[in-house]
């Protein structure tokens, strides 16, 4: 129960001073309306759900033309990769896809020599290189090990499967609070992180990187506003060019045939450039997702879980509770396998792997409800 409160407490944090963008919602003409709590005021946003939408983009992908063709990213990627020790790959921090993206992208690049990984998703805790053995060795993320706006459960799965990869793993993210010389708090932090990221290659001559941020970190160039972001103070800092990868820069509302998960990649067929928007080397589009029951396909087909009917057992049909799925042959404070809000007299499924799960019903106060055990096989 404590994981679930100290999660609830600090999202609630994040959300009073970032926003949680939009919210679940439920029909409010449902009877149960004025004797329950809808998710919607619960902090903890269920990223799974394809009801779950957020403003990852800011333009409309560029389309299929004369001139434009869509690519497979993950060859084009590898391609571009060659001539790079340094590959900037970004998400948003609401878009599990995006994770998922990310492992695939680190398997490639692992092919080719890269045995690093800097993670804005990793906590501090990282700047203890012991950490990152450790955590290789058991090879799972424990809650404790990701930054409190991540820990959801595919994050927990990429980490395994970079893990997998080979990696070595190492934290960037710049210790708050501002000093009083700060430029702004934006700039402090994206020069730091730079300084970070640059002290550990020092450390590691000769050696490849992916690092994986948030949205504009990636950016090479100043914003429209002329704010620096932490690729441009690389640049600046060393002489390093790092090969950017987007996924937040632009949207589409298909599923392209081009790649793995439905993803594409615009190119000139005039020059065979990406197609590109300003400061990052290469753009990449997701797809739309499809959904089973408001669950995207994908933690089935790309992730080898199973769609499992919420048991009876934790089953509330005279109030909202959020669901959730501990792996037992796990070490206490693992991530989470799956969650769930679970609307009385819905049968959403969980998605899990292969396993043995203690499965738990809690309510708005993180108070458990109920559990029971079940097996996947």
Known sequence: MWRVL???MMLAVTCLFLGCGDKITVDHSDPLKNITQTPEDWSIRELTSTRYKSVTAKHPCPQVSVDIEYVDPLPFIRKMAKDHDLVLINESHSKPLHRVFVKEVAAILAKDG????GGEVLSSKFKDPNLSQTMTSRGYLLESEMTYVDTEPVLGQAIESIIASGYEFFAYETDLPLPDNAQSRIAHREASNARHILDYIA???SEKFLIHTGPHHIMELPNHSGTKWMASYLKELSDIDPLSIGQTECFGDGVFEAGILGYALPVSKSTGKAVTYKGFDITVIPPKEIAYKDRPLWLRDNLGRKFVGVPKQVQFDDQFTRIYAFN??????????DYLYREPRTDRPLALRPGAYVIQAY???????AETNVKVE
Do not use: V
Request: proline residues 7%; aromatic residues 8%.
């Open 328 to 337: 037992t042959d796990r070490s206490p404070g693992s991530a989470a396998e």
């Open 6 to 8: 100290l999660l609830t």
């Open 203 to 205: 450390l590691h001559p």
């Open 114 to 117: 890269f045995t690093h990984y």
């Open 363 to 369: 309510n708005k106060a993180g108070e458990i409800l």
